[in-house]
Antibody, heavy 116, light 106 residues
């Protein structure tokens, strides 16, 4: 059964950086596109970034473009999100999600808190 | 950017009755719409994709319909485990989510 486990969330000051990871198992990671989706405390879902199965095609939400970088390591079944120039509005639970027709598998999320 | 607007924000329904949730897109998304259920402290769970196709393991009391800009999620014979927040999501123009509808017990 597919499983996604995020890690790397932490408390960070505004302007700081953080790198999130997502470990995938139970499916052939290299054949699926992946995304990061976030949820601010008490709020709805916001798609953040997507990457194709090969890593050749990448998309970002306007709210993070130029500050976040999505990448993947198919050899180690891992997805990453490098976040820089963090702002308080980036405070959220960050989920990684597998894409097959839609987001059919989600991790449990990792919490990023941006605060001074 | 395609904006999804869900209504109502909160819906109160009694056990055993039916609930109808709506999702309107700012431009046509064709049939590229999904619905998710999220319970407190849990990750979202895929219910419906392609506007009307139930995901694996989803009970038949969940049904989706619509196309272009108007979509509906109907839950018949509501059970206690169905009370949650529901999100629609389009994947025709990258990805975006509606703001959610909270389904609560009346």
């Amino acid at each position: 059964e597919p499983r996604l486990v995020e890690s790397g969330g932490d408390l960070v000051q505004p302007g700081g950086s953080l790198r999130l990871s997502c470990a995938a198992s139970g499916f052939t990671f290299s054949t699926y596109a992946m995304s990061w989706v976030r949820q601010a405390p008490g709020k709805g879902l916001e798609w953040v970034a997507a990457i194709s199965n090969t890593g050749d095609t990448i998309y970002y939400a306007d709210s993070v473009k130029g500050r976040f970088t999505i990448s993947r390591d198919n050899s180690n079944n891992a997805l990453f999100l490098q976040m820089t120039d963090l702002i308080t509005e980036d405070t959220a639970l960050y989920y990684c999600a597998k894409w097959q027709l839609t987001f059919d598998c989600w991790g449990q999320g990792t919490l990023v808190t941006v605060s001074s | 950017e395609t904006v999804l607007t869900q209504s109502p924000a909160t819906l109160s329904v009694s056990l055993g009755e039916s609930a109808t949730l709506s999702c309107r897109a700012s431009q046509s998304v064709r049939g590229n719409l999904a619905w998710y259920q999220q319970k407190p402290g849990q990750s979202p769970r895929l219910l419906i994709y392609g506007s009307s196709t139930r995901a694996t393991g989803i009970p038949a009391r969940f049904s989706g319909s619509g196309s272009a800009t108007e979509f509906t999620l109907t839950i018949s014979s509501l059970q206690s485990e169905d009370f949650a927040v529901y999100y629609c999501q389009q994947y025709n123009d990258l990805y975006s989510f509606g703001q959610g509808t909270k389904l609560q017990i009346k």
